[in-house]
């Protein structure tokens, strides 16, 4: 009598809206179970009522930057056998409207690495334990983090702080693919923020990165280690 192998288990930031959320449906209909968290309690129960007509859904709702909230999505994955893949979705813009350097409260920067630098790694910390071998490790970057965008200093030396961060543990730990990934410009709430005011209409949505994404996760063999632009990433080249 042969049984099937369990669905794997996918822990995902700041997955509410946007991205997060966008990826989250996309796994869902592959039939992975889900862990997933956000700063905002009712916009995660909305999801997670949505995505639990589809899959298992674990919600915890809570700052990523908080070791607390950090510990409870740990016990969560060991609950849930470990992990096949981790994506540190959630980011912090900082300060609206964007700042120029000179003009940047050291403070607010301060705010901004905690949640785009340190609290990823903080987290992958945490769950190292539930990690399995093999398991993927996504990070979300920007062309930010590479472009000298003109009052986008904050944000984008956050970024590039954890594309570096990314790409050495990568090289310390070659058991688990670690992706930092650009999922270029989307029509989302971070984007509008970013030019209050403005007609964003012409974005793309956060779907049209999730194919990128979902190739990464479950590509066999697995891509190699690295930086990818999501858009580029098709089920050929993987």
Do not use: C
């Amino acid at each position: 009598m042969s049984t099937l192998p369990p669905a794997p288990t996918a822990l995902i930031t700041g997955a509410s809206r946007g991205l997060g959320l966008a990826l989250a449906h996309g796994l869902a209909a592959l039939g992975w179970r889900l862990i997933i968290d956000a700063r905002s309690a009712a916009a995660l129960e909305a999801a997670r009522a949505e995505l639990a007509k589809t899959t298992t859904v674990t919600a915890l709702a809570g700052d990523v930057t908080q070791p607390a909230h950090r510990r409870a999505l740990g016990v969560a994955a060991r609950a849930a056998g470990g992990l096949e893949a981790v994506v540190n979705n959630a980011s912090s813009l900082g300060p609206t409207p964007l700042l120029k350097l000179l003009d940047y409260p050291l403070p607010a920067l301060r705010e901004v690495y905690e949640a785009n630098v340190f609290a990823p790694l903080a987290l992958i910390q945490a769950l190292a334990p539930a990690i399995k071998p093999g398991a993927r490790i996504l990070n979300i970057s920007s062309d930010a983090g590479v472009q000298p965008y003109a009052t986008w200093g904050g944000y984008g030396s956050s970024k590039a702080a954890l594309e570096q961060l990314s790409a050495i543990l990568a090289a310390e730990n070659p058991a688990w693919p670690v992706y930092w990934i650009d999922p270029g410009d989307m029509r989302t709430q971070m984007q509008q923020d970013a030019y209050p005011g403005e007609d964003i209409s012409d974005r793309p949505p956060a779907e049209t990165s999730v194919p990128g994404l979902i190739t990464l996760l479950t590509a066999t063999p697995a891509r190699p280690s690295g930086r990818y632009a999501a858009r580029d990433v098709t089920p050929e080249a993987a």
